[in-house]
T-cell receptor, first 109, second 114 residues
């Protein structure tokens, strides 16, 4: 039931790109992405809805393949501030959101 | 406006004692969620309230855990006879509705069971 995220961790240099993947075994209505910095609460990044609608920050891009129940978050030209743990949350029937185990991203100067 | 607030921010309790954790959601938000985050781990779903519907309790780890939401607003998570494995950060989030709206997280309550 819990979505699977990959990779578990990634280290980047400033300016490099990264892709974080999220996969579910269940049919999905929506996928959420959040970022959590150490010692802080998770912060919303993006929602991708069944049917193609997306809501989120302009500088964040993501995709949602409904047939494969997969989503990917694209981080381009990474900045030091991108460091943190990224969680995908998937919504199936019933409305509750189940989060993956997280992907730890470290951006180095 | 005010965000989601949680109290206390830190709670240290002895094994076997009961604890109550409080969440004040954003005014007007109908959906409220509780999650547990153990050190270095992900967000474990506990319980979900949506309006006046019966809560989804499927994530509660044992019958020592319970939660209620009064008047569609404030929620209290109660852990009875606490165990050391209950030590974690308990996060509350609220949302205007379900699924298609972002969740706003509170700062969490760090629970330590000694």
């Amino acid at each position: 039931q819990q979505p699977v995220q990959s990779p578990q961790a990634v280290i980047l240099r400033e300016g490099e790109d990264a892709v974080i993947n999220c996969s579910s075994s269940k049919a999905l209505y929506s996928v959420h992405w959040y970022r959590q910095k150490h010692g802080e609460a998770p912060v919303f990044l993006m929602i991708l809805l069944k049917g193609g609608e997306q809501k989120g920050h302009e500088k964040i891009s993501a995709s949602f393949n409904e047939k494969k129940q997969q989503s990917s978050l694209y981080l381009t030209a990474s900045q030091l501030s991108y460091s943190g743990t990224y969680f995908c949350g998937t919504e199936s029937l019933g409305g509750k959101l189940i989060f993956g185990q997280g992907t730890e991203l470290s951006v180095k100067p | 406006g005010a965000g989601v607030s949680q109290s206390p921010s830190n709670k240290v309790t002895e094994k076997g004692k009961d604890v109550e954790l409080r969440c004040d959601p954003i005014s007007g938000h109908t959906a409220l969620y509780w999650y547990r985050q153990s050190l270095g781990q992900g967000l474990e779903f506990l319980i979900y309230f949506q309006g006046n519907s019966a809560p989804d309790k499927s994530g509660l780890p044992s019958d020592r855990f319970s939660a209620e939401r009064t008047g569609g607003s404030v929620s209290t998570l109660t852990i009875q006879r606490t165990q050391q494995e209950d030590s974690a950060v308990y996060l509350c989030a609220s949302s205007p509705w379900t699924g298609t709206y972002e969740q706003y997280f509170g700062p969490g309550t760090r629970l330590t069971v000694t």
